[in-house]
């Protein structure tokens, strides 16, 4: 091609990514397909940015994500930029409790994270806003964040308001999943039950409680991935557009500077966010999300970084299930950076975030005023983070307890085995009266490779925390806990039974001792008893779709994140 040529051409400075599809006389077809867009000539001199949300009309920390999406465009094109808006799924873990349609929400994470790679990649932007709401969709797009390493920044769906149940103008969804129980228990009644259900989720946003959902969010902004108080202003709040609005820019200003995730996603930036999950009692399925960015990101975390800050952070947030209050107190009372002002001392402060300063500096300015939703580290909640880490020969490779939703004369518990191959069969048995006083139910086979895909026992929980049970039994799993979980739970257990755990060869009766302080979940059986039960052993397989099989086939334990193990590939 000659220099004239070459010249005439040269639409975009070859530094943007998108220059691939604007630059060179060859690329007469992709100009033709952007201009049918609505773009122009002016357009095509400028960076390109992905603005990818998750819309969802199913979806109530979702729905409102079109409307937030216009205000991040909004300050893409004030900043210079081009902003091209496509949206991944988003499927909602509270419609898929109690039954086989939450085998697919953590399989969706690493779909999710696939389709953002696979828009990004294929169209060449040049940076992006993410735009999720809920559970998975957070982790997911942190995930893509972490892996295409170009300018991103998270703007997540924020809380809905609380509900006012019964004159509890703090009423959240949490409480309302007791209520079968508590009708079974004959401490509701049908009509309070119902009229419950239509005034406790008043708001588009994300559940008002701290489950996993809100984890996350705060997550984002603990990590470094969001703009101050993105982690906790509510939905519908004029200030969540205004934190949209500032995203657009402030993306446009880390591709000016070239600030990208991973130089935000250190391991100290990782360590912090292990810090704000034991300071606020954050979900148990953080756990698993925070190792699968930390793997995105070539970032080693494990379970004993979780532990160890566990015991140096303290649980300072009173906020539901585990304590008082909704998420939407919390941003009253300065949101998470009066909560990463409260455990400064216990942070990495030179970690990077998307403003361009450090978290130091972002701490600089910001005052704690302590009240009965964020405590001290002198008079916390309690002295120790929200999530403990267990091992034992009933969990050699580790697993996870909410610690900050346990009754304390509930840490040291004994009791007789009554196993379980299914949720299901679990919630049969506790409706059914037939759970004595002194039982761990033992629910297996519903791991990342055993359930596919490792679901919450939330319909389990809920019954056993509905009918008063949390002070006579516990219940253990290789599956996993929804956020809005709090009593004697454990799960996470691995290895998992259909990986060949110690959990597939439990036996009714069996006693089991789980020992929160110490830190240990153990079984009084010998190792000769172990291996006698496991001759002639084949897993339990269940019943899988396509999608639920090959992602059986490719993930890897709980321990690790229940990330795609690439060595199949």
């Known amino acids: 091609m000659s220099k004239e040529l070459e010249k005439e051409f040269r639409i975009k400075d070859e530094r943007y990514r998108s220059s691939t599809l604007t630059n060179g006389l060859g690329k007469s077809g ?20 992905a603005v990818i949300g998750s819309f969802s009309e199913m979806v109530p920390g979702h ?27 988003a499927i909602c873990d509270g419609l898929c409790q109690g039954h086989k349609g939450m085998c697919y929400p953590l399989a969706s994470r690493e779909l999710i994270a696939d389709s953002v790679e696979m828009v990004v990649e294929a169209h060449h932007f040049d940076a992006m ?28 769906g924020g809380p809905m308001m609380p509900g006012n149940v019964g004159g509890n103008p703090l009423f959240c969804s949490s409480e309302l999943r007791e209520y079968p129980g508590r009708v079974e228990a004959g401490k509701v009644t049908i009509q309070e039950m119902k009229e419950a259900e239509m005034a406790a989720l008043p708001t588009v946003g994300s559940c008002a409680h701290l489950g996993t959902a809100n984890s996350m969010c705060m997550l984002t902004e603990v990590l470094g991935m969001a703009l101050p108080g993105a982690g906790t202003a509510p939905a519908v709040s004029n200030k969540r557009k205004r934190i949209a609005k500032a995203s657009g820019r402030a993306v446009m200003e880390m591709l000016r500077t070239g600030l990208t995730p991973r130089k935000i996603l250190t391991r100290q930036a990782l360590l912090n966010g292990v810090a704000g999950a034991m300071a606020t009692g954050s979900s148990t399925n953080l756990v698993l999300h925070l190792m699968a960015i930390a793997h995105e990101a070539g970032v080693e975390l494990s379970l004993k970084d979780f532990d160890e800050i566990s015991k140096q952070v303290p649980f300072v947030c009173n906020l539901q299930p585990s304590g008082k209050y909704p998420i939407v107190s919390l941003d009253a009372s300065g949101g998470i950076p009066a909560v990463l002002k409260t455990i400064e001392s216990r942070l990495h402060t030179e970690v990077l975030t998307v403003t361009g300063k450090t978290m130091g500096q972002m701490l600089e300015s910001v005052k704690a005023n302590p009240d009965d939703v964020l405590r001290t580290m002198e008079k916390p909640q309690k002295p120790e983070g929200g999530i403990a880490v267990l091992h034992g020969n009933l969990a050699p490779d580790g697993a996870v307890v909410k610690q900050s939703g346990v009754r304390e ?9 009554r196993v379980f191959n299914s949720m299901e069969e679990a919630d049969a048995a506790v409706s059914g009266d037939t759970i004595e006083k002194g039982t761990v139910i033992v629910i297996r086979y519903e791991g990342p490779k055993g359930g596919p895909g490792m679901r919450e026992m939330l319909s389990t929980t809920a019954l056993i925390m509905g009918r008063g049970m949390d002070a006579d039994c516990a219940l253990i799993t290789d599956g996993r806990f929804s ?37 240990t979940l153990t079984i009084d059986v010998s190792e000769e008893e172990f291996a006698r039960r496991k001759e002639g052993w084949t897993p339990l397989k269940k019943p899988r779709k396509p999608a639920l099989a090959k992602y059986a086939y490719l993930v890897s334990s709980a321990d690790t994140g229940a990330v795609i193990d690439t060595d199949k590939l």
């Open 63 to 89: 729905v409102h994500l079109r409307e937030l999406a216009d205000y991040v465009k909004q300050g893409i094109i004030e900043a210079g930029g081009v902003p091209r808006q496509s949206e991944t799924i």
């Open 483 to 519: 956020g809005a979980t709090h009593g004697p739970c454990i799960g996470h257990i691995s290895p998992e039974a259909a990986a060949g755990g110690p959990i597939a060869f439990v036996q009714d009766g069996d006693e089991i001792e789980i020992d929160i302080e110490n830190r």
């Open 409 to 417: 004369d509930m840490y040291h518990f004994k009791g007789k085995a």
């Open 30 to 49: 992709q100009r033709a397909l952007l201009y049918a867009t609505g773009m122009d000539e002016e357009d095509l001199k400028k960076p390109f940015v």
């Open 129 to 156: 806003v993410l735009l999720p709401g809920c559970d998975k969709i957070i982790p997911g797009m942190l995930m893509a964040a972490a892996r295409l390493d170009i300018p991103a920044i998270v703007v997540p």
